[in-house]
């Protein structure tokens, strides 16, 4: 019996063993302190930055939750920061918001980044009727989303583009890169100590130069990389609210008076007969970013303003918002090819309506609507107003022809005199042959 248990006893305490063993070896690989990299020239070679613990104490949203981006700013959410302890993550976001002054919203968005701790790395700003700002911040990767929606919180949020690169890959590549540049460095150093004649020393120059070279250049872009993972960059935008007032109008027509341009609106070319009915249809649009009030419409060419056109949709009258339209219609008759020339004003106003100072919005458009000839056969009437044209244009043309040889009649007559002059004193037969017969007519 003791000798068949033998066997398994031994089994039991061999893989006791090796498990005693096995942890030992984790345990002291886990213990162990990482050893630092050197490079040729005794520097601790650059290693990847790690966000610290802060970062996971500061929980992004949850994918589809809404972020708040201030009054008006858009609802989307924000870009989730990668909280993985390995990976080197570049953040950085674009805002363009509108605000009611310029300056004072700069300097509410400096404030605002300096609470965080974080700095102001560039400003550009613009003066004059549209004062624009350009802001760059940089935060600490765990302040950039307060960041954000603090800054929203400044304006009215216009656009906004948010990105997380990750860097982790080329972060790498540029430490292998410059660990092997450095060794090679050394290996030139060391050679050109125990170099004896002009020739090589020259070579290993210039070659150490060049390896010397490539390796600054690979630290520099690694520090470059290592400062964007360390500090977020956002560039905000600041414009004013009201800054770009503007106002369009789209012409079209359909033929007919029936409806009182509730078919509007029409098509963009029209051709009709001569003669015939034509609805036209004029959209007014505010294609700006301000209110605007006090709305014009003329045409020098249909002799037409505001007043006498229909209203379709919209109340001309009232204020007329960004991106809100008024349709509007004019009911004519074409009798030949007509091309109008429509102009549309209006004043932009603030937010309690009152005129924007120095600010006035106007557009010209013109529209064609071709008249074509109906056809057909001629009547009596059409060949009576031919007659009748063809007459005043024949009687037209014999008193412009009078009037223009009247002027010259006296050079006619000199004309003749002369002929008659010359041909008497070249033929003194005629003079005798006319003597002749007046004494004979006399007898």
């Known amino acids: 019996?003791?000798?068949?248990?033998?066997?398994?006893?031994?089994?039991?305490?061999?893989?006791?063993?090796?498990?005693?063993?096995?942890?030992?070896?984790?345990?002291?690989?886990?213990?162990?302190?990482?050893?630092?990299?050197?490079?040729?020239?005794?520097?601790?070679?650059?290693?990847?930055?790690?966000?610290?613990?802060?970062?996971?104490?500061?929980?992004?949203?949850?994918?589809?939750?809404?972020?708040?981006?201030?009054?008006?700013?858009?609802?989307?959410?924000?870009?989730?920061?990668?909280?993985?302890?390995?990976?080197?993550?570049?953040?950085?976001?674009?805002?363009?918001?509108?605000?009611?002054?310029?300056?004072?919203?700069?300097?509410?968005?400096?404030?605002?980044?300096?609470?965080?701790?974080?700095?102001?790395?560039?400003?550009?700003?613009?003066?004059?009727?549209?004062?624009?700002?350009?802001?760059?911040?940089?935060?600490?990767?765990?302040?950039?989303?307060?960041?954000?929606?603090?800054?929203?919180?400044?304006?009215?949020?216009?656009?906004?583009?948010?990105?997380?690169?990750?860097?982790?890959?080329?972060?790498?590549?540029?430490?292998?890169?410059?660990?092997?540049?450095?060794?090679?460095?050394?290996?030139?150093?060391?050679?050109?100590?125990?170099?004896?004649?002009?020739?090589?020393?020259?070579?290993?120059?210039?070659?150490?130069?060049?390896?010397?070279?490539?390796?600054?250049?690979?630290?520099?872009?690694?520090?470059?990389?290592?400062?964007?993972?360390?500090?977020?960059?956002?560039?905000?935008?600041?414009?004013?609210?009201?800054?770009?007032?503007g106002i369009a109008v789209e012409i079209t027509a359909y033929p007919g008076h029936e409806d009182a341009g509730l078919s509007c609106p029409g098509d963009p070319d029209l051709e009709v007969e001569e003669g015939a009915a034509v609805t036209l249809c004029f959209e007014v649009i505010n294609g700006g970013d301000t209110p605007l009030t006090s709305l014009a419409v003329t045409d020098t060419v249909l002799d037409i303003e505001l007043d006498d056109l229909i209203v379709v949709f919209g109340d001309p009258t009232a204020t007329l918002e960004p991106g809100q339209s008024v349709e509007l219609a004019a009911e004519i008759f074409v009798a030949r090819d007509l091309r109008t020339r429509t102009r549309v004003e209006a004043t932009p106003v603030n937010d309690v309506g009152e005129p924007v100072t120095a600010r006035t919005v106007a557009e010209t458009t013109t529209f064609f609507v071709f008249a074509a000839d109906p056809g057909g056969l001629p009547g009596f009437s059409d060949g009576l107003g031919a007659s009748w044209n063809l007459l005043t244009t024949i009687w037209g043309l014999g008193v412009v022809g009078a009037g223009s040889i009247i002027p010259f009649l006296w050079l006619i007559l000199v004309a003749w005199l002369v002929v008659r002059w010359r041909r008497r004193r070249h033929d003194p037969s005629a003079d005798a042959n006319g003597t002749s017969t007046i004494q004979a007519a006399g007898e």
């Open 1 to 245: 019996m003791t000798k068949r248990r033998r066997p398994w006893l031994n089994a039991s305490i061999l893989a006791g063993a090796l498990a005693l063993v096995a942890g030992a070896c984790f345990s002291s690989a886990d213990d162990a302190e990482p050893a630092a990299d050197f490079d040729g020239f005794g520097d601790s070679a650059a290693t990847t930055v790690a966000p610290s613990n802060d970062r996971q104490a500061s929980e992004p949203p949850q994918p589809g939750s809404d972020a708040d981006f201030g009054n008006g700013g858009i609802a989307v959410p924000v870009v989730n920061q990668v909280t993985t302890v390995d990976r080197d993550i570049v953040f950085r976001a674009e805002l363009v918001v509108g605000v009611a002054d310029v300056a004072s919203a700069s300097a509410e968005a400096t404030r605002i980044i300096e609470s965080m701790g974080g700095i102001v790395f560039g400003q550009q700003s613009t003066g004059g009727p549209q004062a624009r700002s350009v802001l760059t911040f940089k935060v600490l990767p765990e302040d950039f989303q307060a960041a954000l929606a603090a800054l929203g919180s400044v304006g009215e949020v216009r656009t906004q583009n948010i990105s997380a690169d990750d860097v982790t890959e080329r972060v790498v590549d540029l430490e292998s890169r410059i660990r092997t540049a450095a060794a090679s460095v050394e290996r030139l150093r060391a050679l050109l100590e125990n170099a004896t004649d002009i020739k090589t020393i020259t070579d290993v120059e210039r070659e150490l130069l060049d390896r010397e070279t490539t390796l600054e250049t690979l630290r520099g872009q690694l520090r470059t990389i290592q400062d964007q993972v360390a500090l977020a960059t956002i560039v905000v935008t600041l414009t004013e609210a009201l800054a770009d007032p």
